[in-house]
């Protein structure tokens, strides 16, 4: 059990240009969540996958924001034509949800990466 | 909408001290609550689960307790360190949404030597 790996931890790029972020979960882990930080606040959820289904969105997450899980395994993270507002940390977490509780939607313990850090100047 | 709240925003306290930690959080119709632990420019650290069906989870020093009724749990840590120095934030999980957590915005504690 490694955790879970984000890459790169840092990145700078100038605004307009695009980023991409890519989280490897836990090994087996059936649930992925993206979160973002900013200083002085707490995460705020952005989206989830399970398996390789993305099944929620939240409504922080604009068009410039595309999220995958190929294969439910890996994922990207990428943002289009960045915004200084996007400066922030993103996190990555993964779970590992029973049978039963894909079906119901509960909840279980939740890992979380290192995050990557963005910069946008 | 689930909204958390962690009050104190900060607390500084000696080493050896016993101290609480609140959150609350206004939707009680959760499945579980995690309290994590968060160094300075570092991903979040879990600490403990505890389930909704739970009153009181403990891990070595530490004790986090549940009233989902009235929608608060408390992170009690004993015997204060130095090492402890970190912002701690609770995350209440839906219990239909597949475990998607709502965050507080924590609280900074540093323990002074």
């Known amino acids: 059990d490694t955790g879970v790996s984000q890459d790169p931890r840092h990145k700078i790029t100038k605004r307009g240009q695009n980023v991409t972020f890519r989280c490897d979960p836990i090994s087996e882990h059936n649930r992925l969540y993206w979160y973002r930080q900013t200083l002085g606040q707490g995460p705020e959820f952005l989206t989830y996958?399970?398996?390789?289904?993305?099944?929620?969105k939240s409504r922080l997450l604009s068009d410039r924001f595309s999220a995958e899980r190929p294969k439910g395994s890996f994922s990207t993270l990428e943002i289009q034509r960045t915004e200084q507002g996007d400066s922030a940390m993103y996190l990555c977490a993964s779970s590992l949800a029973s049978a039963g509780q894909l079906i119901t939607g509960a909840g279980n313990t939740i890992y979380f990466g290192e995050g990557s850090w963005l910069t946008v100047v | 909408k689930q909204e958390v709240t962690q009050i104190p925003a900060a607390l500084s306290v000696p080493e050896g001290e016993n101290l609480v930690l609140n959150c609350s959080f206004t939707d009680s119709a959760i499945y579980n609550l995690q309290w994590f632990r968060q160094d300075p420019g570092k991903g979040l650290t879990s600490l403990l689960l505890i389930q909704s069906s739970q009153r009181e989870q403990t891990s070595g020093r530490l004790n986090a307790s549940l009233d989902k009724s009235s929608g608060r749990s408390t992170l009690y840590i004993a015997a204060s360190q130095p090492g402890d120095s970190a912002t701690y934030l609770c995350a209440p999980q839906s219990n239909t949404n597949a475990g998607k957590s709502t965050f507080g915005d924590g609280t900074t504690l540093t323990v002074k030597p």
């Open positions: 996958f399970q398996n390789e289904a993305q099944l929620e």
